[in-house]
T-cell receptor
Framework: NAGVTQTPKFQVLKTGQSMTLQCAQDMNHEYMSWYRQDPGMGLRLIHYSVGAGITDQGEVPNGYNVSRSTTEDFPLRLLSAAPSQTSVYFC????????????????FGPGTRLTVL | RKEVEQDPGPFNVPEGATVAFNCTYSNSASQSFFWYRQDCRKEPKLLMSVYSSGNEDGRFTAQLNRASQYISLLIRDSKLSDSATYLCVVNMADSWGKLQFGAGTQVVVTP
């Protein structure tokens, strides 16, 4: 299994540009989520999904959109990039409690380092 | 006030020594507690879950104190490879999967 994969690893954008960060997992996990990590702060939840077709907002959703058309993929869209969105973005996945397996473990992708100029 | 607070450190620890640090959480309804490890510029990885009775995994011991709302991590016989940032993570009962992360405690093990 590849686990959780993210592309690209690095990205530089200009203010106002849009782009999509890709996230995929091959573990058949129901839960997927996006976090951002800034210096001196903990990871903050942007959006999450409890299954295909179901998404919800996290702590810092403004400026980001998500969709979950398949179990495997959970892309994060930046609508109009701003310097405040410069950060490291992590995608994570896990089983749901109902599935009875591994509820304690969230598996993280390697991250995307985004700079907005 | 942050939901989950940690001493950022760094804790400088001689190889072979013991180091311990805490994490406090603000919401008394929190149900699940974890320690994740994050190496420089890499993704967090689960170190261990924290159970009410306390639990041990090799050289690592985690404790939960619900009355005072803190969890702790103790590392015995520190190895150079233990150098990392340790993230305290809390999960709410009614929003499983929406984890609250502390900013991390940095541990540096020196030869």
């Amino acid at each position: 299994n590849a686990g959780v994969t993210q592309t690209p690893k690095f990205q530089v954008l200009k203010t106002g540009q849009s782009m999509t960060l890709q996230c995929a997992q091959d573990m058949n996990h129901e839960y997927m989520s996006w976090y951002r990590q800034d210096p001196g702060m903990g990871l903050r939840l942007i959006h999450y999904s409890v299954g295909a077709g179901i998404t919800d907002q996290g702590e810092v959703p403004n400026g980001y959109n998500v969709s979950r058309s398949t179990t495997e993929d959970f892309p994060l869209r930046l609508l109009s990039a701003a310097p405040s969105q410069t950060s490291v973005y992590f995608c994570a996945s896990s089983y749901s409690p109902a599935s009875g397996g591994g509820r304690d473990t969230q598996y993280f992708g390697p991250g995307t380092r985004l700079t907005v100029l | 006030r942050k939901e989950v607070e940690q001493d950022p450190g760094p804790f400088n620890v001689p190889e072979g020594a013991t180091v311990a640090f805490n994490c406090t959480y603000s919401n008394s309804a929190s149900q699940s507690f974890f320690w994740y490890r994050q190496d420089c510029r890499k993704e967090p990885k689960l170190l261990m879950s924290v159970y009410s009775s306390g639990n041990e995994d090799g050289r690592f011991t985690a404790q939960l104190n619900r009355a005072s709302q803190y969890i702790s991590l103790l590392i015995r016989d520190s190895k150079l490879s233990d150098s990392a940032t340790y993230l305290c993570v809390v999960n709410m009962a009614d929003s499983w999967g929406k984890l609250q992360f502390g900013a991390g405690t940095q541990v540096v093990v020196t030869p």
